[in-house]
C-alpha cells in the first residue's frame, strides 16, 4: 500500500500539428514543412492521495483532457514520469471505450475486462451497471442505435460502478438529466468515501468547489495554481472577470443576436451600486441596480411597455427573473433615448458568474429582445447580516430565512 | 507494468516513449481476457448484419478455389502433382487465407479500434493478436469443409496431418510480423493499404497456392529457386501440402531458415509496432 493514488513528476507532452488535407506526397513537393510542434502540457506536478478528489480547471485548450489522457496511459507523457497506484478506470468525453458496434452488454464486459476484472465479479456488476443506467430493455442491443442520453447514462454506468482505484472523469456530469446527475454525484462521494480517489475535468465551477477536495487550474498548459478547491475556484473566477465584456461596468448589446419588431432598441446594460456609482461587478446582498439603455424609432407610437431582466447562473440555468409587469410597472411616454432601471435591493445571488438576458415589451408582443446580454461576477457578501452564506452545492440563490427551535411538534404549536 | 487483480495494488510507472521498447509479457498474459473478448467479438460481430451470417466464411475460399479450379484447373490444365485440382489448391488456399486475412485485420487494426484504444489503456499487442486468431478461427471452419472434401476424394489421411500445425502456426507468425510492421505505417498513411493489396496480390502468385511449384523451380536458375523457397508463405503452402495430401516439398533445411526469417520479421514487427503504439492515440 502506497501513500499515494497518483504522482505526476515534471509532465510534459508535445504535440505535432500538420495539415492532412491533401497527400502528403504534394506537401512534400511544395517545399512545405508538414509540421509545427507544440506542448500541450509542461512541467506538471500533482500529488493526490488515495481517497481524494481532485478537480482540474482551466480553459478551453489549457490541456486538462490531455492530462487525463497521460495519466490514463492511453498516450505517453513526451517528458517526466507519472506514478499511479491501482487501476485505474477512465471516462474521457461521452461514451468512453465504447464500440458502436457491440451491444451494451458486450461493452460492460470489454470494458471490465480491460479492468482486469476477474469473470466472476464481472457478471456480478453487469446487473448492477444496466439497472444503474436504466438500460434494461436496450442491453442486447448494438450500441450505434442507443440515443446520445442512453449512451453517457451507460458510460457514467460503467465508470462509476466497476472497481477500479483511479477514477478519471471528464466533464460527462455536464450531461444528462437533472436527476441522473444527483445519482451519479452521490455515488462519486460514495467512491470516494470508500478510499478511491477521483479526478475530476470540469466547467461547473459550483461544482467542483462543493465536491472536489483540492483543485489545480491549468493555463496554456502549464501548471498556474493548486490547493483546496475553493481557494483555486475562487481564484481562477476572479481571474476569469478581466475576460467578461464589462467594460467598467457597461455592457454593449450592438452586435449580439436578438429578435423584436424594432421600434426600440435597448443598446446597453449598466451595472450600478445602491448610490447609482457604476461597479464591474457585485457582492451577495448589495443593493445593485441594472441599468438598460435604449433608443427609440421617434416615429412608433409605444404605449404600455413592459420590461424583463433574467438572470443565468452556470449552463444557462436560469436563476430567476424581473419582470416589471409583476410590480405594476408598465412604462408610457417614452422619450427618444433612456434607461430603464430595475432595482434589487439585497441581491440574493450566491459568489459566481452570472449571465443575463433582457427584453422589452408591448403587451405580449417583443418590441426588442437580446437573450445574451453579457455577464457578470457576484463575489462574497454579507445578504444574511452574519457575515457568512450557505455552503456551495446547494444553489445559486439565497433565500431569506429564519430558524427556530420549538419544543413540540407542530400539532401542539397549532393549539396554542 | 503489471497490474494486479482487486484488493493489492502495485504502482504502475508510466514514462515517455523509450527508443528500443521490449514487449511486457506478463502485462499481455494478465490482458489474455481482453483478447478472448476481442475474439469472440470478431467472430460474432463480423456477420452480425449479413443474411448469410458465418456461412460466409465458408464461402469465400470454397469460390476462390472454384474460380482456380475452372480457370486454371480445367481450362489451362494445369499439373496438380496428382491430385484431384480443387483439393490441391484448396490445402494450399486455406493456410494461405490464414496469412493474408491475418495481415488485412492486423494492420487495420490501429484504426479500425481507434475509437477504443483513445479511451481506455491496454497492452495494443492484444489487438493484432486477436486478429490474427480470429483469422485461425476462420481458418477452422473452412478446415471442416477440407477434411470433409478430402473423404468425398477417398484421400487416405497420414499421421503427416499431425504436423499441420507447424505450418499454421509459420503462418500465423508472419502474419502477425507482417501486420505489425504495416499497422504503423497504415495509421500514418491510409493509402497503405491500398498498396498491401497490391503486395499480397504478388506474394500470392509468388507462392505456389494456385499452380504447382515444380512448374516454375524446373525453368528457373538455381539461385531463383533460393529466392523462391526462402519466401516463407512458400514453406507455408508446400508444407501444408505435403502433411494433408502428401504432395508438395518434404521439409527441408531451406524451410528452417524460412520459418527462421519469419521469426526475425516478427520480431522487427514487434519493435515497430511498440514504438508507434506509443504516439498512434495522438494522431485521431
Known amino acids: 500500500m502506497t501513500d499515494f493514488a497518483l504522482r505526476i513528476r515534471d509532465v510534459g507532452k508535445e504535440f505535432r500539428r500538420g495539415s492532412q488535407k491533401e497527400g502528403r506526397i504534394f506537401e512534400w513537393l511544395k517545399g512545405r514543412t508538414p509540421y509545427e510542434y507544440f506542448w500541450a502540457l509542461r512541467h506538471i506536478d500533482v500529488d493526490v492521495e488515495p481517497g481524494q478528489m481532485l478537480g482540474i480547471i482551466g480553459h478551453n485548450g489549457a490541456g486538462k483532457s490531455t492530462l487525463l489522457r497521460v495519466a490514463s496511459r492511453i498516450t505517453r507523457p513526451t517528458e517526466g514520469v507519472v506514478e499511479l497506484s491501482g487501476r485505474v478506470g477512465t471516462l474521457l468525453d461521452v461514451g468512453t471505450g465504447f464500440h458502436p458496434e457491440l451491444t451494451g452488454i458486450e461493452n460492460i464486459q470489454l470494458n471490465a475486462v480491460v479492468l482486469g476484472i476477474p469473470t466472476a465479479t464481472i457478471k ?11 438500460v434494461e430493455d436496450f442491453i442486447q442491443t448494438p450500441l450505434k442505435y442507443y440515443s446520445s442520453g442512453m449512451r453517457v447514462r451507460l458510460g457514467m454506468a460503467v465508470a462509476l460502478n466497476l472497481p477500479h482505484e483511479i477514477m478519471l472523469v471528464d466533464e460527462v456530469l455536464a450531461v444528462g438529466d437533472a436527476s441522473f446527475r444527483e445519482k451519479c454525484l452521490d455515488r462519486i462521494s460514495e467512491v470516494t468515501n470508500s478510499g478511491r480517489t477521483v479526478l475530476f475535468v470540469g466547467h461547473n465551477m459550483e461544482m467542483i468547489a462543493s465536491t472536489c477536495d483540492e483543485a489545480i487550474w491549468l493555463e496554456k498548459g502549464r501548471l498556474r495554481a493548486s490547493g483546496p478547491a475553493s481557494t483555486i475556484v475562487q481564484e481562477y473566477q476572479e481571474a ?3 475576460d467578461v465584456s464589462a467594460k467598467d461596468g457597461v455592457l454593449s448589446l450592438a452586435g449580439r443576436p ?9 443598446t446597453y446594460v449598466r451595472l450600478l451600486d445602491g448610490r447609482g456609482g457604476q461597479v464591474q461587478n457585485f457582492h451577495s446582498g448589495q443593493n445593485v441596480r441594472f441599468a438598460v439603455g435604449f433608443e427609440r424609432d421617434p416615429r412608433s407610437s409605444l404605449s404600455a411597455i413592459s420590461l424583463g431582466l433574467t438572470l443565468f447562473g452556470h449552463a444557462r440555468v436560469a436563476v430567476g427573473q424581473c419582470e416589471s409587469t409583476c410590480v405594476t410597472s408598465v412604462f408610457s411616454d417614452l422619450p427618444p433615448a433612456g434607461e430603464f432601471i430595475c432595482s434589487i435591493d439585497r441581491l440574493p445571488l450566491l459568489p459566481g458568474r452570472y449571465s443575463m438576458g433582457v427584453k422589452c415589451l408591448q ?30 452545492g446547494g444553489g445559486n440563490a439565497l433565500i431569506d430565512h429564519d430558524w427556530e427551535l420549538s419544543a413540540g411538534d407542530l400539532a401542539d404549536l397549532a393549539d396554542d | 507494468m503489471t497490474m494486479s487483480h482487486l484488493g493489492a495494488r502495485s504502482v504502475v510507472v508510466v514514462r515517455p516513449p523509450a527508443r528500443f521498447p521490449v514487449p511486457d509479457f506478463g502485462e499481455l498474459w494478465d490482458n489474455r481476457a481482453v483478447l478472448w473478448v476481442l475474439i469472440w467479438r470478431n467472430v460474432t460481430q463480423r456477420y452480425r448484419q449479413t443474411f448469410l451470417g458465418p456461412i460466409w466464411f465458408v464461402i469465400n475460399p470454397l469460390m476462390r478455389m472454384a474460380v482456380f479450379s475452372v480457370l486454371l484447373g480445367n481450362l489451362a490444365g494445369l499439373p496438380s502433382e496428382g491430385v484431384p485440382y480443387p483439393l490441391f489448391t484448396y490445402a494450399a488456399l486455406l493456410p494461405w487465407e490464414l496469412f493474408a486475412t491475418g495481415v488485412d485485420r492486423g494492420m487495420g487494426c490501429l484504426v479500425s479500434y481507434h475509437h477504443i484504444i483513445s479511451k ?38 497420414s499421421p503427416r496431418i499431425f504436423l499441420l500445425p507447424i505450418f499454421l502456426l509459420l503462418s500465423m507468425i508472419l502474419a502477425l510480423g507482417v501486420g505489425l510492421l504495416l499497422g504503423p505505417l497504415h495509421a500514418h498513411f491510409r493509402d497503405t493499404s491500398n498498396a498491401v493489396r497490391y503486395l499480397i496480390q504478388f506474394w500470392f502468385y509468388g507462392t505456389p497456392v494456385a499452380y504447382s511449384a515444380s512448374l516454375l523451380t524446373d525453368r ?32 527441408d533445411v531451406m524451410m528452417f531458415w524460412s520459418a527462421l526469417f519469419a521469426l526475425l520479421v516478427l520480431a522487427v514487427g514487434t519493435l515497430v509496432f511498440l514504438r508507434a503504439e506509443q504516439s498512434v492515440v495522438d494522431l485521431a
Open chain 1, 124 to 134: 456480478a456488476k453487469t446487473e448492477e451497471i444496466v439497472a444503474f443506467a436504466g
Open chain 1, 240 to 242: 476569469a472577470v478581466k
Open chain 1, 258 to 266: 436578438d429578435h423584436g419588431s424594432g421600434q426600440l432598441r435597448l
Open chain 1, 363 to 392: 403587451e405580449d408582443e417583443v418590441v426588442h429582445g437580446v437573450p445574451h446580454a453579457g455577464s457578470f461576477f457576484v463575489f462574497e457578501g454579507d445578504f444574511f447580516g452574519t457575515g457568512t452564506l450557505p455552503s456551495p
Open chain 2, 120 to 157: 481506455v489503456y491496454f497492452p495494443r499487442l492484444v489487438l493484432p493478436t486477436a486478429e490474427v486468431l480470429t483469422a485461425l478461427v476462420d481458418f477452422a471452419l473452412s478446415f471442416g469443409i477440407l477434411l470433409l472434401m478430402m473423404l468425398a476424394y477417398g484421400f487416405d489421411f
Open chain 2, 220 to 251: 528457373v536458375p538455381g539461385w531463383a529457386v533460393w529466392l523462391y523457397q526462402f519466401n516463407p508463405m512458400n514453406a507455408v503452402v508446400e508444407g501444408s501440402r505435403w502433411a494433408l495430401l502428401g504432395t508438395g516439398r518434404t521439409p
